[in-house]
């Protein structure tokens, strides 16, 4: 491990298609699955519609090789109304002979320094070794990243603790009781449906939302279907809610299903994100996920106090969480820890 002392290296805005080949060889065995990291560049770095994120290379002054990086991409925000620029935190990288605190840093610092001319506020979700380089660089922790899940299917978790007939027999007293509750308790006038083609509806639903307070990522079809449906994992599924008798949209959910669990990446309502139109198309979830024979449903959230009872009133519970860290600019300079802000799982990288 490197011990040498900042001054060792330089750190500079880099060319992301120039540095393609140098950052892919950076990301090798520091993140995720290898296979995928080409078409995860090619996406994030060469095709967001919001432009090419702000790439910092650091440089070792002796050698000239590049030996750690670390981006900020693009996203179009609101705040109070008002159109921002706001860039997330991602892909710090750092060759393992020069793994040290200093050129963490020091990326950084860059990172933040560059940021201040073009960007409103930034914001990241570091993993456990990674928040200390986030603090020590000045950013302020902002809130925490919680996972809401539900349970689909009972007898499996029941069947860690009970016989699996006693299990099997409990779980499905107990889900039955559930789908009638989620039965009765669904609003009339709403329609419920999966949809391959959500762009119209997504557009309508962001053109007459109300207004949200909140820090929040511009969520219109531009966004979403970069996000959500170009990804290099592949298109997530889209639920979406309309009025019954208007044919109005109303919110949209999209989803992923991984084994036997289907994750909510991603959402909005006409009515900001939250309220009882999340809460009615989350109960409405909750019965097609067990048609999709799932065991359980979880989001990510981080925000209003107001969204968090929506989600409580759909079933989701709190588990685990996670940091977030991020700092603002200009007028916001002071405030990026103290505005309500509006995060899920779309709002990291992929």
């Known amino acids: 491990m490197s011990t040498a002392p900042a001054a060792n290296y330089v750190a500079v805005p880099g060319d992301v298609e120039a540095l393609r080949a140098t950052v892919l060889a950076l990301w090798q065995g520091n993140l995720g699955r290898q296979e995928r990291l080409p078409a995860k560049y090619d996406w994030f770095y060469l095709h967001a519609p919001q432009g090419a994120p702000l790439l910092i290379a650091l440089t070792h002054r002796a050698t000239g090789q590049v030996i750690g990086v670390a981006a900020a991409g693009r ?26 605190l200093f050129p963490a840093v020091q990326l950084q610092r860059a990172l933040m320094a560059h940021a201040a001319a073009s960007f409103n506020v930034l914001y990241g979700f570091p993993n456990h070794k990674a928040a200390p380089v986030f603090a020590r660089v000045g950013y302020r922790r902002l809130g925490e990243l919680t996972r809401h899940a539900a349970v689909i299917r009972s007898a499996h978790y029941l069947g860690r603790r009970l016989p699996q007939r006693l299990a099997r027999l409990a779980g499905a007293c107990i889900d039955r009781s559930i789908a009638a509750a989620l039965l009765l308790r669904a609003p009339l006038l709403v329609r419920c449906d999966w949809s391959s083609d959500p762009w119209d509806d997504i557009d309508a639903i962001w053109k007459n939302m109300r207004v949200p307070q909140a820090m929040v990522a511009v969520r219109d079809a531009e966004f979403v279907r970069w996000r959500c449906a170009s990804g290099p994992d592949g298109p997530m599924r889209f639920y979406i809610a309309r009025h019954r008798l208007t044919g109005r949209s109303l919110a949209w959910l999209a989803c992923e299903q991984q084994d036997n ?50 989600l409580r009133a759909a079933g989701l519970r709190p588990r685990d969480s996670r940091p977030i860290y991020g700092t603002g600019f200009g007028a916001l300079a002071d405030k990026a820890g103290s505005i309500e802000w509006h995060l899920t799982s779309a709002d990291e990288d992929e």
């Open 75 to 100: 996203r179009r925000m609101l705040y109070q109304g008002a159109p921002r620029v706001g860039g997330v935190l991602v892909d710090l990288a750092v060759q393992s002979a020069h793994r040290s």
């Open 261 to 310: 669990s289907l994750h909510v990446r991603d959402w909005w309502t006409v009515d900001g994100g939250a309220g009882p139109v999340l809460t009615g198309l989350l109960r409405q979830l909750r019965r097609a996920a067990r048609r999709l024979d799932c065991r359980s449903l979880s989001l990510e959230f981080a925000g209003a106090a107001g969204t968090v009872r929506a």
